[in-house]
């Protein structure tokens, strides 16, 4: 049975930091293409980052500079650093799997249950 299991998320003022993880289990996690995305009530669901196998990595314009994406095969962990934080970051963050990135970008296979980021200014 797959789980993406989300967690550190929180709040903070602006300009902090946060970092969020995903621990992964009950598939190939290595060899999956992984992904953050987050949303907000009456949003669409908006891709932040993702990363793949071979630790390439895409970001969203409104992060770029301000969060990093990375995994640990060993562990099975997806992690996103997250700097220079704005009120307009707060949304539900959720963790994705895809056999493919290009899946992942379309309709990923695995999602997780999400994890709250509020920032306040």
């Known amino acids: 049975q797959v789980h993406l299991v989300e967690s550190g998320g929180g709040s903070v003022q602006a300009g902090g930091s946060l970092r969020l993880s995903c621990a992964a289990s009950?598939?190939?996690?290595?060899?999956?293409?992984m992904g953050w995305f987050r949303q907000t009530p009456g949003q669409e669901r908006e891709r932040v980052a993702y990363?793949?196998?071979?630790?390439?990595?895409s970001y969203a314009d409104s992060v770029k500079g301000r969060i990093t994406i990375s995994r640990d095969n060993a562990d099975n962990t997806l992690w996103l650093h997250m700097n220079s934080l704005r009120p307009e970051d707060t949304a539900m963050y959720y963790c994705?799997?895809?056999?493919?990135?290009?899946?992942?970008?379309?309709?990923?296979?695995?999602w997780g249950q999400g994890t709250q980021v509020t920032v306040s200014s």
């Open positions: 994705a799997a895809g056999v493919s990135c290009t899946r992942l970008r379309a309709d990923p296979n695995y």
């Open positions: 009950g598939y190939p996690f290595s060899t999956y293409c």
């Open positions: 990363i793949t196998s071979y630790e390439l990595t």
